[in-house]
């Protein structure tokens, strides 16, 4: 079967705050933070960036997914640069998340304090970086609260506590939450597969319910110049779209 090639996204990057050190934009889903060689045929918001802006010492201190949207910083200048690697080492840059799910959790807040790592391929699992809860891997904690419940899905905000590989995917698929929309994790555990195969067809999305996992960086937060700094970027067109989609079933 011929790979379907990745649609274009439809949203453009766009600044949602303009500071003399450092940009906050939204980036949309589909878009990688950055270029990547094995991925010309993907748009990304550095390189989009720099065009809109002219400014080509522009870079990103942190990366989010390719299929999760919100607030992505950018630095302007080489100081701000190593600022932001000195907030992230030290752990003092916050992100806060949204995230739809499948089912209703028993509880309206929730700490997930449980170590992930590699689940390793056998059994059930034919995907090569599927993180899990495992006894030996490396400490993982994440903040959950039920921002609203729809049906058979909840709006849930994660906080993570410390950034591992697809950690908030992993722990909430650990809780029985499986993320709308996501490849790995998700409620079909041979979608990712399929798409490395075909790539996004129709039928893919119909069997995920959305194009993109349902992830949205809705907050950053960190020290800055003496005062605490925060930005929100409200939930994308997309998930807003599902979102009260869902309200209407």
Avoid: C
Wanted: aromatic share 8%; charged share 25%; no cysteine.
């Amino acid at each position: 079967m011929t790979r379907a090639p990745l649609l274009p996204p439809a949203e453009k990057p766009r600044i949602i705050v303009e500071h003399p050190d450092f940009y906050v934009v939204h980036k949309p889903a589909l878009w990688l933070t950055h270029p990547v060689k094995a991925r010309v045929d993907v748009p990304d918001l550095l390189t989009f960036m720099q065009a809109e802006t002219g400014e080509t010492d522009l870079a990103p201190p942190h990366r989010l997914d390719r299929e999760t949207s919100g607030a992505q910083l950018l630095t302007r200048d080489s100081d701000a640069a190593r600022k932001f690697f000195t907030l992230f080492k030290t752990h003092l840059v916050g992100k806060t998340y949204l995230a739809i799910v499948h089912g209703s959790p028993d509880w309206e807040r929730k700490t997930m304090d449980a170590p992930l790592g590699d689940l390793g391929l056998g059994g059930a699992n034919r995907i090569v970086i599927r993180q899990a809860v495992v006894p030996d891997g490396r400490p993982a904690v994440t903040d959950f609260r039920v921002v609203e419940r729809r049906g058979a899905h909840t709006l849930i905000e994660a906080y993570p506590r410390s950034g591992r590989l697809h950690q908030i995917r992993a722990h909430l698929s650990h809780l029985g939450l499986p993320m709308v929309g996501d490849k790995i994790y998700g409620l079909d555990p041979d979608v990712f597969l399929d798409f490395m195969h075909t790539g996004q067809t129709p039928e893919l999305t119909a069997r995920l319910g959305l194009a993109r996992q349902a992830l949205h960086a809705a907050r950053i937060a960190f020290p800055w110049e003496g005062a605490q700094f925060v930005a929100e970027v409200p939930l994308a067109p997309d998930l807003q779209a599902y979102w009260e989609a869902v309200g209407e079933e």
